[in-house]
């Protein structure tokens, strides 16, 4: 069984928590009464983990070891054309998404957004804020949604505690996160590499 950040264990063993007690020998119904947390697992990192259930017959506990914890695919992300100073901050926001650590991505994608305000030049958050505002007004993203996600990017101090996100603003942040990027750093990188391969071509052919 894979366990992600936010498996829901109970609902995981409700179709198949009858089981042979290995105390009273009794197939029983088993209730679950212990289970590991995901910031426990992303930071030990064990082989195989167990649940501990509760047989209804005899009342003793009953371990089970079938679960196998993993860790969420790293999301595709260009890094390639943006500059230097964003690539590490970035992959810093990348691990944390991966790992479930949702605060910790939040509070990197603050930062990244500081940064490439900084590079944009003194009009650099107007036109990042409308480039996100105009990514979630075209996805239909709810107001409350639109306002945590742009209240991380362009709120936040640098000693504020990010709000706890759940898995799903937390990839709303990540894909206005990815736009916001791709529209002020790789779109205009990808469009000055075809200047270039253009001039080097009318050059060769002079």
């Known amino acids: 069984m894979r366990i992600e950040p936010d498996t829901d264990f109970d609902a995981l063993l409700d179709d198949a928590a009858t089981l042979r007690c290995t105390h ?16 426990t697992l992303t930071t030990f990192r064990p082989a195989r983990i167990g ?5 209804t017959a005899c009342s003793r506990p009953v371990y089970l070891e ?11 992300f ?16 990348l691990a944390c998404y ?5 605060q910790a991505f939040a509070l990197v994608a603050n930062r990244i957004t500081t940064l490439a305000t900084g590079l944009k030049g003194p009009n650099g958050k ?4 409308n480039t996100v505002t105009a990514a979630a007004e075209s996805a239909d993203i709810d107001a409350p949604m639109r306002r945590l996600c742009r209240d991380i990017l362009f709120s936040m101090a640098a000693s504020d505690e990010p709000p706890e996100l759940s ?3 937390a990839a709303v942040l990540l894909e206005l996160l990815r736009d916001m990027l791709h529209q002020a750093f790789i779109r205009p990188g ?3 590499e075809a200047l270039r391969r253009g001039d080097a071509t009318a050059t060769n052919s002079a």
């Open 98 to 102: 991966a790992d479930g650590h949702l």
């Open 126 to 129: 107007l036109e990042l804020f």
């Open 24 to 39: 009273c020998d009794v197939f029983s119904r088993m209730r679950l009464t212990s289970a590991p947390d995901w910031h």
């Open 66 to 76: 079938s679960f196998v914890p993993v860790r969420k695919p790293r999301p595709r």
């Open 167 to 169: 898995p799903a603003p």
């Open 51 to 55: 649940v501990v259930l509760n047989c």
């Open 78 to 93: 260009e890094t390639r054309l943006l500059p230097a100073e964003l690539r590490g901050l970035v992959d810093e926001g």
């Open 190 to 192: 990808r469009l000055r």
